[in-house]
């Protein structure tokens, strides 16, 4: 896959450039050097072409509490079973 850098000052090009993405089948990326402003929002459609899927805080977790009570669940256990390789 080709890549381009593109340089740009105000926010407004940014969004432009991910609406364009869309029609124009390209990813953008930010490189690890520079991070977005804090002025940029940080849900974005997609990043290297995964799609993000924004969370939803209205979601009540502790109801997900009745589902793993009791069930002597280690963290430490779950990582070694869980993410073999």
């Known amino acids: 896959m080709k890549e381009a850098i593109i340089k740009y000052k ?5 969004e432009l450039l991910k609406s364009l993405a869309r029609y124009l089948d390209f990813s953008i990326s930010f490189s690890k050097k520079e991070k977005p402003s804090k002025k940029e929002p940080k849900n974005y459609d997609n990043i290297n072409g995964v ?3 924004p969370g ?3 979601i009540d977790i502790k109801a997900l509490n009745t589902i793993f009570t009791g069930k002597n669940l280690d963290a430490g256990k779950l990582r070694t079973e ?3 390789r």
């Open 56 to 58: 939803d805080s209205s």
């Open 51 to 53: 799609p993000l899927i």
């Open 10 to 14: 105000d926010s407004k090009t940014l």
């Open 82 to 84: 869980g993410w073999q």
